[in-house]
Every structure is written in structure tokens, then in C-alpha cells.
């Protein structure tokens, strides 16, 4: 719930601070308490108003700062992201289901009502949404930071950069930049493994292909993508069926527009066109 006239009064002439939870594993909320000494310094500049995976104490908003982690899934989601987005000065999303709909959002590509009526006894109490859907879909974002789970030092990052009213440096390059610098061999062409790497964005430390995986695309889609020609090529090279592209483009960031376009022509009989 957002906080009311009832919650405990503003105590500081810091800026506050709120973290938001919507549909979500919470992970990203666990990569801010992860920051620990970086917390203390945060706790130093800023007044964190409302974070209920921390603490049950609450300031009533506006807010200077709100970070939201979790998808919109139901009618309530809607009316409430509404409520915080009135209350926020600066919005940032933080984490793949705020971003792009998460793990939650391959309901978008299925039946949502056949899906409830196998899993629930009383699928009729069950109150859902047929899609899952980024908080952008709903209301203005300011900054959207990426990750299943996010990066805590891009997390770092942008709250100096509001802190310090500049735009933050978060970087926009691939994950095969970070495998580069991180001196792997690529395991698209040593070993053949489909790869999410050309097309996915930096902040993982190339973790997957680090332990001679192929990267998962957990943190979404970089910029100027080109999924139909990392899927031509996957066909081409590696002999990838269409059950494996699908299910790489659809994992942690189903619902980014560049990954769902394209699962949806992969699934046609044409595929290529």
C-alpha cells in the first residue's frame, strides 16, 4: 500500500527515498540491502522514507527518489503504480520484471484462464491480469535499470546520479564487451553454444559465459539490438531449432518489445521472414 496522513511524519530535511514492490521475487530490493557499507553512506544523504523489505517504519510521500522492482500483473497493480508515480519526483524502475514484464510475463504468449483453471482448485477467487507488463506501460519512467537480478553498483550508480542531478553512466554495450574484458573464450565459436551475449546488456560481469554457458539475456535487450540476425545466424551455424530460440528470447525479459516481436516471428512457419 502507499503510505497515508496516518504514517509517521517527515523527521529530516534530507531527500527521501521509497522502494516500491509490485509482482516480483524481491531480489532486486535484496541488491540494495546488499550494498551494506554503501547503505549507511546512502542512509547518510538521503532519508529512505519507505522500504518495507527493511523496516515497517514509513513517511507519508511525495518522494524525491521512489525505485519500483516488480511487474504490473493485476487491476490493483494498475491503480497503485499510478498512486506511487503521483508521489514521486523521479521514478526508476529497477530489475527485468519492472523493466520488462519478468519471468511473469510468458503469460503473455498463453492462456492465462487455462493456465488458472488447471493450476487453482477455485480459479474464480483468482484475480489476475492476462498479461504482465513493465511499469512503463502504465506511467511515465524516468530511468530504467536492467538485471534479473539487477547490478547493485549500477544500482550505486544512479542514486549518486540523482543525488548529484546528473545523468547516469550506466553502460549501454553488450555483454560480449564484458566478456572481452574479462578475457573468456567465446562460446559461440569455441563450443558452438547458442548465446544471448550479442545482443543483451552489460552488467553481469559475463557471469554465464564466464563457467562456459551461453549467456541467458538476463539483463535485456542493449541498444540497437538485432535479434533476427543473432536468430538467422543460431539456424544457420549452429543448427538451433525453433524451440531454442523461443525459449531464450523468452526467459527474464519476455515482455521487452525487441524479444517478444521476435519470439512471435520465430514461431511463424516462415520464421526467417
Known amino acids: 500500500?502507499?503510505?497515508?496522513?496516518?504514517?509517521?511524519?517527515?523527521t529530516s530535511g534530507k531527500r527521501k527515498l521509497a522502494v516500491w514492490k509490485f509482482a516480483s521475487c524481491d531480489g532486486?530490493?535484496?541488491?540494495?540491502?546488499?550494498c551494506e557499507d554503501e547503505l549507511l553512506a546512502l542512509a547518510g544523504e538521503m532519508e529512505i522514507a519507505y522500504f518495507m523489505e527493511a523496516s515497517s517504519h514509513q513517511v507519508e510521500g511525495p518522494y524525491d527518489l521512489s525505485l519500483v522492482e516488480g511487474s504490473i500483473t493485476t487491476a490493483r497493480d494498475k491503480?497503485?503504480?499510478?498512486?506511487?508515480?503521483?508521489?514521486?519526483?523521479?521514478?526508476?524502475?529497477i530489475g527485468?520484471?519492472?523493466t520488462a514484464g519478468g519471468i511473469q510475463a510468458l503469460r503473455n504468449f498463453s492462456d492465462v484462464e487455462e493456465f488458472t483453471s488447471v493450476v487453482y482448485a477455485h480459479p474464480e477467487y483468482i484475480a489476475t491480469l492476462k498479461t504482465s507488463t513493465p511499469v512503463s506501460a502504465h506511467v511515465a519512467v524516468d530511468f530504467e535499470?536492467?538485471?534479473?537480478?539487477?547490478?547493485?553498483?549500477?544500482?550505486?550508480?544512479?542514486?549518486?546520479a540523482f543525488l548529484h542531478?546528473?545523468?547516469?553512466?550506466?553502460p549501454a554495450h553488450s555483454v560480449c564487451v564484458e566478456c572481452k574484458i574479462r578475457g573468456n573464450v567465446c562460446v559461440w565459436v569455441a563450443d558452438g553454444i547458442p548465446c544471448m551475449g550479442p545482443v543483451t546488456h552489460a552488467g553481469c560481469?559475463?557471469?554465464?559465459?564466464?563457467?562456459?554457458?551461453?549467456?541467458?539475456?538476463?539483463?535485456?535487450?542493449?541498444?540497437?539490438?538485432?535479434?533476427?540476425?543473432l536468430c538467422h545466424w543460431w539456424k544457420k551455424e549452429l543448427g538451433a531449432d525453433q524451440a531454442t530460440i523461443v525459449e531464450n528470447l523468452r526467459n527474464y525479459n519476455a515482455a521487452a518489445p525487441v524479444f517478444a516481436r521476435e519470439s512471435r516471428r520465430q514461431e511463424r512457419p516462415d520464421g526467417e521472414k
Open 1 to 10: 500500500m502507499v503510505p497515508d496522513s496516518r504514517a509517521v511524519k517527515k
Open 79 to 93: 491503480r497503485r503504480i499510478q498512486q506511487v508515480r503521483a508521489q514521486s519526483r523521479v521514478l526508476v524502475t
Open 96 to 98: 527485468a520484471c519492472a
Open 205 to 229: 560481469g559475463a557471469l554465464c559465459p564466464g563457467y562456459s554457458r551461453g549467456c541467458y539475456g538476463c539483463y535485456g535487450p542493449k541498444e540497437n539490438t538485432n535479434t533476427a540476425s
Open 145 to 160: 535499470l536492467q538485471g534479473c537480478p539487477i547490478n547493485k553498483h549500477q544500482l550505486l550508480e544512479v542514486i549518486s
Open 28 to 34: 532486486c530490493q535484496l541488491s540494495l540491502l546488499d
Open 165 to 170: 542531478r546528473r545523468p547516469p553512466q550506466v
